[in-house]
């Protein structure tokens, strides 16, 4: 029971203490009061008095297909509806893109100047806490479909319906005469492509011409040399052949005149002599033997020597001389080459050269209008806020009321404290 007793002792104290604490607080209400109202009427005069502050958005969706099908049929630039949308959102986050809209439209940014500051300055300081590019979370898989869109806080005297909607035509213009730019130099580059495959192919052809022409000329050249020399050697032996037969027809002669042979005559009737009663007989002997050359006569055999010395060329003894001066006639001219020489129009005959010319001609004749093309869907446009974001009237009384009334009790709490240690020794 003794143990007891202190401890209840203990807990009246807190109780008898706690409500000390709350007497002395109610008799400093008035202070509490008086602070709590200064903050109320602090926040009130900043919640009635600051800048008031508006908010506007805008949202963009892809394109449908239909809008990107005249750029995508030229087979030479490619954009889908969500890579357009993209460039787009790009354009509106670029700082230099921002910069130019501003540059072009100070008008609307004419309440933000500051004296002490330069465009450029002034730009950069709105632009950092004004602007918030809205993209769906990736997180997320809820959303029905891709967007993007950009959102402004801006003050009451700037127009931020009209720079929103400025800032996203400008945004979907300077895409377009990108895409246009794009375009153009793809087109230039292809067809610098084409002009050099088709001069790499006239270059290819004359080479190639060239080489067939030398192929040629060799071959002729080689096949007149070859007929040449087998011309040569036939007339060399023609002419040994002939020398062989003067000196076989000198022996002959020689041999029938120590016969006494002058008339073509046949060994049986050499070896019977002549007779008289044969001048009207005709002799016949069948012989598979040579007769020697001798029998010939010494008459017949002295006209054929001397007409082969009178002989000056052997030439058409032979009928193969006569072919191959033919076919070095023919070789003096080469038909082929004359063609290939004179041929007026020579990209005729270049491999793929129509289907590049037909490109070429396709690629300058493209005409597609950029300056309409829809690059992405005005899902939402900026349209003037009924009230402004900031600041929040209610939310700021409200807790200029909760500061207030807490700082109030914490000045009561400190005076209070103050009192008490001044009283404690008196009390001692």
Known sequence: MNAISPARQQASSDEIDLAA??????????LIALVTTAVTLAAAAYAFLATAEYQVQSILRPAVIKDLDALNRTGVYELTP???????????????????FFRSNQELFEALRQPSRSLEQTFEGF??????????????????????????????????????????????????????????VVIQNRLNQLELQISAARASYEATKES??????????????????????????????????????????????????????????????ERSGQGSMIRTEVNNQQIP??????????????????????DFTEPRIAQIAKELQLLANNRQVEVLNKRDNEDLFLKNLAVWREEAARLRNLNVDVSGLKLA???QPATQPIKPVK????????????????LGLFLALLRNMLRSNTAGPKLA
């Open 212 to 273: 067939q022409i030398a192929k040629l000329l060799e071959a002729d050249s080689l096949k007149r040399a070859e007929l040449q020399d087998e011309l040569k050697a036939l007339r060399q032996q023609l002419k040994t052949r002939r020398d062989n037969r003067i000196a076989q027809l000198d022996e002959a002669i020689r041999i029938a005149k120590s016969l006494g042979i002058t008339k073509p005559t046949t060994p049986s009737a050499l070896g019977e002599g």
């Open 127 to 184: 632009n950092a806490k004004a602007f918030k590019i809205l993209q769906p979370d990736p997180k997320k898989i809820d959303s029905l479909s891709v967007y993007v869109g950009i959102q402004l806080t801006y003050p009451e005297d700037v127009n931020g319906v009209a720079l929103v909607n400025g800032l996203v035509e400008h945004a979907i213009q300077l895409e377009r005469e990108r895409i246009a730019s794009d375009l153009a």
């Open 391 to 406: 600041p929040k009237k209610l939310l700021i009384l409200a807790l200029g009321m909760v500061l207030g009334g807490m």
């Open 377 to 379: 869907s005005l899902d």
């Open 21 to 30: 604490l709350v007497r002395a607080l109610w008799q400093q209400k008035l």
């Open 293 to 314: 050359l001798y029998f010939m006569g010494a008459e017949a055999l002295e006209a054929e020597r001397n007409a082969l010395l009178q002989r000056r060329s052997d």
């Open 82 to 100: 969500d890579q357009a949308m993209q460039r787009v959102g790009a354009s509106l986050e670029s700082y230099d893109s921002r910069l130019e």
